[in-house]
């Protein structure tokens, strides 16, 4: 399993590209998806079922030493019907997953390392967070097929797919 990651500059994109994941849905299949904040992507948190989180949540979380956990990604499959927790807590009101944050000082160094700690590595995590505090929308892909997660991302408008 591989993750491919999506930079969208619209909320109408990501959901291209859910549908085009869900057409061809295979049973090792994880989407999440991540955003600035849920009121900058109302379409994302109300027209799916993939759950939309805030990287700022988990920030919140974290700095608090708070007992929440989100699962990296990976941690929970798309199946018939929508997303699945994999018996994991809950950040904010979503099961499994991340979004991003507010403004301050050093939020991009603080994104880029929530990003890490969910399981986006290194220099992609550095790309990621950096597209989030722009106010873009991520969706990560956790397939069986990386050529094919890219192809159906840059289909559905994707600015950018990092991997």
């Known amino acids: 399993m591989t993750v491919t990651i999506g930079i ?4 109408e994109s990501v959901l291209e590209a859910i549908k085009r994941f869900q057409a061809v849905r295979t049973d090792k299949q994880n989407l999440q998806i991540v955003v ?6 109302p379409l994302l948190s109300g ?3 993939i759950p939309v989180d805030e990287v700022y949540d988990i920030r919140e979380a974290q700095e608090r030493g708070g007992d929440r956990f989100v699962s ?9 019907g929508g ?10 009101a979503s099961p499994t997953g991340f979004v991003a ?3 301050d000082l050093d939020n991009d160094t603080r994104n880029e390392n929530v990003l ?4 986006i590595q290194g220099r992609h995590a550095k790309t990621a967070g950096d597209a989030i505090e722009k106010g873009y929308f991520l969706l990560a892909a956790d397939t069986d097929d990386e050529e094919v997660s890219k192809r159906l991302l840059i289909q559905s408008g994707a600015l950018d797919v990092i991997y």
């Open 47 to 49: 027209q799916t079922d």
């Open 116 to 119: 890490q700690d969910i399981g």
């Open 83 to 92: 997303y699945v927790a994999g018996g994991s807590g809950v950040v904010g």
């Open 36 to 41: 600035k904040n849920k009121e900058a992507a």
């Open 101 to 103: 944050g507010t403004a």
């Open 8 to 11: 969208f500059e619209k909320e």
């Open 72 to 80: 990296p990604i990976g941690a929970a499959p798309l199946v018939s």
